[in-house]
T-cell receptor, first 115, second 115 residues
Framework: GNSVTQMEGPVTLSEEAFLTINCTYTATGYPSLFWYVQYPGEGLQLLLKATKADDKGSNKGFEATYRKETTSFHLEKGSVQVSDSAVYFC??????????????FGKGTKLSVIP | EAGVAQSPRYKIIEKRQSVAFWCNPISGHATLYWYQQILGQGPKLLIQ????????DSQLPKDRFSAERLKGVDSTLKIQPAKLEDSAVYLC?????????????FGPGTRLTVT
């Protein structure tokens, strides 16, 4: 079946530091890849997505590139802010059998940014 | 545009009791999903509807969980009887259609505590 593995947290960074959260996946076929973010007390929000190999998703200074050869979709940001403190989830949307598509999530990585 | 609505936001029940959650998706969204998110893990799909039909319920514990979307709009998820391990956040999401490129929009969730 499909699965997503992302680096475990928590991750604590100082403001303006560089961020990388690793994500690798296993899937049949060619899934779409997503990063979702969950801010404290809020629901899941889509941060960025990529639907095919070599696509780069970007939003709010975050970037991730769909690497089919390494089955990876690592999240990066050049300079984090305190407001980026949240839990980040890597996810794939791929075939789940019987013609359905299913969103499969990683366990999440908690990021804390300190001033 | 109104987002996905869920109620209640919090629920505390004793084991063996029953509980129901309600979800109203974004207007016009044909596909509705229920997820279970246990603390420290990513969301896990329980059931997916396309209009008022079930697309995938392979991970729904059918001996105690049930869900319906009678008119193809709002949906209810029921647990009867509840067990301690059902303590989790139950998330509802909707998308315009089913497919790997369609974004899923999440509601705020219902936090269930079973004592």
């Amino acid at each position: 079946g499909n699965s997503v593995t992302q680096m475990e947290g928590p991750v604590t960074l100082s403001e303006e530091a560089f961020l990388t959260i690793n994500c690798t996946y296993t899937a049949t076929g060619y899934p779409s890849l997503f990063w979702y973010v969950q801010y404290p007390g809020e629901g899941l929000q889509l941060l960025l997505k990529a639907t095919k190999a070599d696509d780069k998703g970007s939003n709010k200074g975050f970037e991730a590139t769909y690497r089919k050869e390494t089955t990876s979709f690592h999240l990066e940001k050049g300079s984090v802010q305190v407001s980026d403190s949240a839990v980040y989830f890597c996810a794939l949307n791929g075939h789940a059998g019987a013609g359905s598509y299913q969103l499969t999530f990683g366990k999440g990585t908690k990021l804390s940014v300190i001033p | 545009e109104a987002g996905v609505a869920q109620s209640p936001r919090y629920k505390i029940i004793e084991k063996r009791q029953s509980v129901a959650f309600w979800c109203n998706p974004i207007s016009g969204h044909a596909t509705l999903y229920w997820y279970q998110q246990i603390l420290g893990q990513g969301p896990k799909l329980l059931i997916q509807f396309q209009n008022n039909g079930v697309v995938d319920d392979s991970q729904l514990p059918k001996d105690r969980f049930s869900a319906e979307r009678l008119k193809g709009v709002d949906s209810t998820l029921k647990i009867q009887p509840a067990k301690l391990e059902d303590s989790a956040v139950y998330l509802c999401a909707s998308s315009l259609e089913q497919g790997d490129t369609y974004e899923q929009y999440f509601g705020p969730g219902t936090r269930l505590t079973v004592t």
